[in-house]
């Protein structure tokens, strides 16, 4: 019936997962998540699952990431709309360490990024009312918050759109500069 295919990404351990489409005179039926068609991908608890909604084309949100213990993997897709989701690898042993990744989500296109733990996530509205499911392995923390700055200049990410709306929490987030790096690489 419905399937989940995997598609490992430039990123190591970032992957596109593709579902199926299964329609009939009823509507859809989409599996999101299956821990057996991704049981080489995702060995985790699912701690935590949310869901988010963006009402303005052109907001971002992001870089945002948690400090071990806490780090967490998680599978991100777009439900309603599009988004231009981005993944940077954080993971200080990494081959592509502060390397950044991103694919088109949609409603239509009927893909995920799945998201090792390591990784600082953002995403800008590409559409209208967007929402988006996060699928986590691990829960939120409050203190073991942190983010990167969405336009740093280290990183370069390329929005296609113009930023329309960004809170004031991701706005004071901070560059990456040889301190801030040292940090990552210490506490990652």
């Known amino acids: 019936m419905s399937k989940i295919s995997i598609t490992n990404l430039k990123l190591d351990g970032l992957k596109l997962l593709t579902r ?3 329609s ?3 509507g859809a039926f989409h599996k999101i998540f299956s821990s057996n068609h991704l049981v080489d991908a995702w060995n985790f608890p699912i701690k935590q699952i ?3 909604q963006t009402v303005e084309k052109g907001t971002v949100r992001g870089m ?3 400090l071990p213990p806490e780090t967490e993997a998680k599978i991100v897709t777009c439900l309603k709309g599009a988004i231009f989701d981005v993944a940077v690898d954080l ?3 990494s081959e592509t360490f502060l390397q950044w990744h991103a694919e088109e989500l949609s409603e239509d296109n009927l893909s995920s990024l799945l998201i090792p733990a390591g990784f600082a996530h953002g995403f800008q509205a ?3 009312d967007v929402e988006m499911l996060y699928i986590h392995s691990h829960n939120y923390v409050k203190d073991k918050e942190f983010g990167i700055h969405h336009l740093d200049e280290t990183l370069k990410i390329n929005w296609p759109l113009q930023i329309t709306v960004c ?3 991701d706005k004071t987030l901070p560059r990456l500069s040889k301190k801030i790096i040292e ?3 210490n506490e990652m």
């Open 126 to 128: 590409l559409s209208d």
């Open 24 to 26: 009939d005179l009823r």
């Open 20 to 22: 199926n489409n299964y």
């Open 167 to 169: 809170s004031d929490k």
């Open 50 to 52: 949310n869901l988010s």
């Open 64 to 66: 945002h990431l948690q």
């Open 91 to 93: 993971r200080k042993d």
């Open 183 to 185: 940090e990552i690489k």
